[in-house]
């Protein structure tokens, strides 16, 4: 297309624009359901998806990712509305996104860097089943579950007879038609084009099976700026929380933990996005934008949100990859609730249930499966147990035990790796080639790699192939050298990398100081001083 950017022709748009209406289309469901199970109104869920996914959109870290009102952070939600209102809700959400917002001004994003690649095939495995199971209170009876119920399985009256193989049948007919599509053409994303053909169907032929509309209404205006703090009446009846520091602490561990699981699933998804496209997004960036959408979204009377992975694959699955399907999804959402609300709320929950039956199984990392007889022990316990975390807890305390799992498991590793070649110098003097890292995890085992009795005047301990890490490690010398001292005989320190040489320098312990032997061309033997650090 002439004059068009680089990359950006009418049939890419039409590809974005179509990938967008798909995601919105699944959007409406997914945020009616989260606004129950918080236990607000279901325009506060719907204006949620609209603000975040529409700010995130054009500001995020990675083009392609779509963010909204999510099941992870609704079930945190829950016990402030039932005890302080929807009011205190929103001022948690403008808290929520500040505290995003110091993260990613402060850059700590590049923290997601630490999380184990286990970490991540438990987060995706996890969230699949999560959207599995969330699935599955479309087959029972609407109004008869409770929303705050956090089973396993939900716990309303299943669908039978007609209604339920209807169902069964019609989610089955979109998942062949969004399985066969690609076969046939392109030129429309599969999963718009399954709910299209299965709402056309039931629709002409009136089949009585339950509809977006069975959820609730979605019709409403557009979203208005609402400051939740003051006296009086709130958007929905409940009162305005007052701008004190009473309120300032009963929002601020809710602000914490939403902020945390927030940032932990739009950061996991920003990688997960990025494999997907071969191209990688900005974490900082993503953190910033993530607390831009739900400070804003506070002030609109929205329940606020964060990165969704399964509307994400849907995008990314439907050819998304720009900006543009992520606004064009936010969009057509606030279309539908001005203007489109009586035709989306026809549109069959089969449909939809189809079309995310479909994401789970693209989703779930089923090659998971077959590595986990090959891969280390530790590592396939990490994949399990953040799955299973992920289903029975939710994401951040998954992600935090998986990461603190793969840690120990790598201290322990290297705590049982470090030893020592000995050899005599032609001065009668004894060297210990220290390998592997001494650090907190092996300080105990290489204080026992000393013989002091049987060792001779002066021991040498060479670091070339070691690296003093923490002040465990410091300890651990200062308390070889003491009983070398004991024993009326000397220790020095070889082969000191630069950053332990400064490590030790700034503790205290380097009797010599040079700028040679941090480079290894002259080798410098360095006493050490004892004391420092006040005994064991």
């Known amino acids: 297309m002439t004059g068009a950017p680089e990359g950006l022709s009418l049939g890419r748009i039409k590809i974005e624009l179509l990938s967008g209406l798909t995601v919105a289309l699944a959007l409406v469901p997914e945020a009616v359901a989260f606004a129950f199970v918080a236990g607000v109104h279901p325009l506060v869920g719907l204006y949620a998806a609209f603000l975040v996914g529409l700010i995130t959109a054009l500001i995020g870290g990675r083009p392609g990712m779509i963010s909204g009102a999510t099941g992870a952070l609704a079930v945190v939600m829950v016990a402030l509305v039932a005890q302080h209102g929807v009011e205190y809700l929103f001022a948690t959400v403008i808290l929520m996104g500040i505290l995003q917002i110091t993260a990613g001004v402060l850059r700590w994003g590049k923290f997601i860097r630490l999380v184990p690649h286990p970490v991540m095939l438990g ?40 209604v339920l193989f209807l169902m069964l049948g019609l989610t089955a007919l979109t998942m062949a038609i969004i399985w066969g599509m690609p076969k046939v053409t392109t030129a429309i994303p599969a999963p718009l084009a399954g709910i299209g053909i299965v709402a056309i169907l039931v629709i002409t032929l009136g089949l009585d099976v339950p509809r977006v509309g069975d959820l609730a209404s979605i019709s409403g205006g557009f979203p208005s700026f609402h400051v939740p703090f003051g006296t009086g009446e709130g958007l929905y009846g409940d009162l305005l929380a007052p701008f004190t520091m009473e309120t300032f ?72 990859r720009t900006r543009i399907a992520g606004v064009a999804a936010a969009l057509f959402l606030l279309a539908f609730i001005l203007v489109a609300s009586p035709v989306i ?19 779930f ?27 029975y807890e939710d994401l951040a305390v998954a992600v935090v035990v998986g990461v603190i799992v793969s840690a120990l498991v790598y201290a322990w590793g290297n705590a049982t790796r470090i030893w020592a ?31 002091v009795a049987g060792d001779p005047q002066l021991v040498i301990v060479d670091f070339e192939a070691s690296r003093v890490v923490d002040q465990s490690a410091l300890q651990a010398i200062e308390a070889v050298a003491g009983k070398y001292e004991a024993a009326g005989k000397r220790l020095q ?44």
């Open 493 to 536: 320190l070889r082969h000191l990398s630069r950053d332990c040489h400064k490590l030790l320098t700034r503790a205290g312990h380097l009797m010599v100081d040079s700028d040679d032997d941090p480079d290894y061309e002259v080798a410098v033997d360095y006493g050490v001083r004892t004391g420092v650090l006040g005994g064991h």
């Open 249 to 320: 602490w009963i929002i601020l561990p809710y602000a914490v933990i939403l902020a945390a699981i927030g940032l932990i699933e739009s950061l996991l998804t920003l990688n997960l996005v990025g494999e997907i496209t071969g191209k990688r997004g900005g974490a900082s960036q993503e953190c910033i934008a993530q607390g831009v959408a739900n400070t804003v979204t506070g002030f609109f009377g929205g329940m606020g949100g964060c990165a969704m992975i399964g509307q994400s694959m849907i995008n990314v699955k439907s050819g998304g």
């Open 123 to 162: 987060f995706v495995n996890g969230l699949a089943i999560v959207i599995f199971l969330a699935q599955l209170s479309q087959f029972q009876v609407s109004g008869t579950a409770d929303p705050s119920h956090h089973g396993l399985l939900p716990d309303g009256d299943w669908l039978s007879g007609p």
């Open 421 to 451: 070649k000995t050899y005599r110098t032609p001065e009668g003097a004894k060297v210990y080639q220290v390998q592997g890292p001494l650090f907190f995890g092996s300080a105990e085992g290489f204080g026992e790699m000393f013989d």
């Open 345 to 363: 709320e026809l549109i069959p929950l089969a449909a939809l249930v189809g079309v995310m039956f479909m994401v789970v199984i693209g989703t």
């Open 365 to 391: 990392a089923w090659n998971s499966l077959k590595i986990l007889f090959r891969v280390p022990r530790a590592d396939a316990f990490v994949i399990v147990l953040v799955t299973a975390v992920t289903v």
